[in-house]
C-alpha cells in the first residue's frame, strides 16, 4: 500500500488478555520500528527489524512484550497477560534503509481495564 | 542515552505568525528527523536533517550538528498547522531507534 497500515485501530482489552497488533509497512521497506507513545508523551522505541532480523529488543518493557516479522514485512507486535500501564498507543514505522526518513501509521490504541 | 529538550512547549499564535521551535541534543548525532502529530495522532515526517538546512514551503528547518541543536521555522502559520511539533534523533553507537523529544505543542487560532 501507499503507507503503513496498522490495526486494529482501537483495542480493549481485559487485564490479563493477550493482545496482537498487526503492522504492514511500505512495500520494499528493510526497516521496521515499532514505538509506545503514552499520553501526552513523546514515541519511546520498543525494537527493530532489519528485513526478518530483530537487531535490536531493547526497548521492551517486560518479557511479556514479542515482536515478530517472519517474512520480512508485516510484523506483529504481542502483549501476553496484559497490564493497566499497558495502555497506550502502540505505533508501527518503516523506513527504506536504517538511519533513511520514518514513516508512521496511524497507531493501535490500547486500553486495558 | 541521549538527551532530546524541546522547547517551547507550548505556544499559541494567530494564524499568519511565524514562529520558531528549537530542538537541543546532548550528544553527537548521525539522525535527527523532525515529525508533525495532527489533533488525530497521525505523525508526519517533515524532514530528514542530521545537518544543514532543508525548505518545504512554509517550513524549513536547520540542523547545526557542532553546536547540537536545530530549529524549526514555520511561516505564515495557518490552522492547520496545530499540532505537536516532534525532533527525534539518533547518535549511533549502536542503537537503532530514534529518541523523540517530548515535542512543542502549537496552536494556531484564526
Known amino acids: 500500500g501507499a503507507g503503513v497500515s496498522q490495526s486494529p485501530r482501537y483495542k480493549v482489552a481485559k487485564r490479563g488478555q493477550d493482545v496482537a497488533l498487526r503492522c504492514d509497512p511500505i512495500?520494499?521497506?528493510?526497516?521496521l520500528f515499532w514505538y509506545q507513545q503514552a499520553l501526552g508523551q513523546g514515541p519511546e522505541f520498543l525494537t527493530y527489524?532489519?528485513?526478518?532480523?530483530?537487531?535490536?529488543k531493547s526497548g521492551l518493557p517486560s518479557d511479556r512484550f514479542f515482536a515478530e516479522r517472519p517474512e520480512g514485512s508485516v510484523s506483529t507486535l504481542k502483549i501476553q497477560r496484559t497490564q493497566q500501564e499497558d495502555s497506550a498507543v502502540y505505533l508501527c514505522?518503516?523506513?527504506?534503509?536504517?538511519?533513511?526518513?520514518?514513516?508512521f501509521g496511524n497507531g493501535t490504541r490500547l486500553t486495558v481495564t | 542515552g541521549i538527551q532530546v529538550e524541546q522547547s517551547p512547549p507550548d505556544l499559541i499564535l494567530q494564524e499568519g505568525a511565524n514562529s520558531t521551535l528549537r530542538c537541543n541534543f546532548s550528544?553527537?548525532?548521525?539522525?535527527l528527523q523532525w515529525f508533525h502529530q495532527n489533533p488525530w495522532g497521525q505523525l508526519i515526517n517533515l524532514f530528514y536533517?542530521?545537518?544543514g538546512t532543508k525548505q518545504n514551503g512554509r517550513l524549513s528547518a536547520t540542523t547545526v550538528a557542532t553546536e547540537r541543536y536545530s530549529l524549526l521555522y514555520i511561516s505564515s502559520s495557518q490552522t492547520t498547522d496545530s499540532g505537536v511539533y516532534f525532533c527525534?534523533?539518533?547518535?549511533?553507537?549502536?542503537?537503532?531507534?530514534?529518541?523523540f523529544g517530548k515535542g512543542t505543542h502549537l496552536i494556531i487560532q484564526p
Open positions: 514505522a518503516s523506513s527504506l534503509l536504517t538511519g533513511s526518513p520514518l514513516h
Open positions: 512495500s520494499g521497506h528493510v526497516s
Open positions: 536533517i542530521p545537518s
Open positions: 527525534a534523533v539518533n547518535s549511533g553507537g549502536g542503537a537503532d531507534g530514534l529518541t
Open positions: 527489524f532489519q528485513n526478518e532480523a530483530q537487531l535490536d
Open positions: 550528544d553527537s548525532v548521525n539522525n
